[in-house]
């Protein structure tokens, strides 16, 4: 384990709006979503670490997990959400936090998230050890392995 927070502080991390649209492996979108929380920039920046590895392994605290590649969780383009459209991240959607990545299909940002494990390999995670594509790009149609 790299770093670990208690909950104030990492509520008390630099937190970050982001409007972006999501993608449902199951065809349906939702346009102009509004989310709030801790970029994965700042994470890193908080632990001074640059990451170790090409892949990270999210987990949740219910056992799911999914792969993400490193490079689709900087720049900008990840964040630990807490909040979605102004108000605190409610257990159905995913709270009190839930990885966003909204330029992959949803499945890839796991509800419930308690950590990041960067790993040395891509590890495949729940639903795609059940055959869902490891990447997940929903304008590639990514679907399932074969896609």
């Known amino acids: 384990v790299l770093q670990e927070w208690d909950w104030t502080s990492f509520n008390a991390?630099?937190?970050t709006r982001m409007t972006r649209d999501i993608h449902c492996v199951t065809t349906w979108s939702k346009f102009d979503t509004a989310w709030e929380g801790v970029l994965i920039d700042d994470i890193l920046?908080?632990?001074?670490?640059?990451?170790?590895?090409?892949?990270?392994l999210a987990h949740s605290s219910d056992g799911y997990t999914t792969n993400v590649p490193?490079?689709?969780?900087?720049?900008?383009?990840?964040?630990?959400?807490?909040?979605?459209?102004?108000?605190?991240?409610?257990?159905?959607?995913?709270?009190?936090?839930?990885?966003?990545v909204p330029h992959l299909y949803f499945?890839?940002?796991?509800?419930?998230?308690?950590?990041?494990?960067?790993?040395?390999?891509?590890?495949?995670?729940?639903w795609e050890l059940r055959g869902y594509h490891r990447y997940g790009d929903p304008w590639l149609e990514q679907r399932y392995t074969d896609d």
């Open 13 to 15: 991390l630099p937190q």
């Open 107 to 126: 499945w890839k940002s796991a509800k419930w998230i308690t950590g990041l494990q960067f790993t040395q390999k891509d590890e495949l995670g729940f």
């Open 45 to 56: 920046a908080e632990t001074a670490i640059e990451p170790p590895t090409g892949f990270t």
């Open 70 to 100: 490193v490079p689709d969780l900087v720049g900008g383009k990840a964040m630990v959400a807490l909040r979605y459209e102004g108000l605190p991240m409610t257990p159905d959607h995913g709270g009190p936090a839930r990885l966003l």
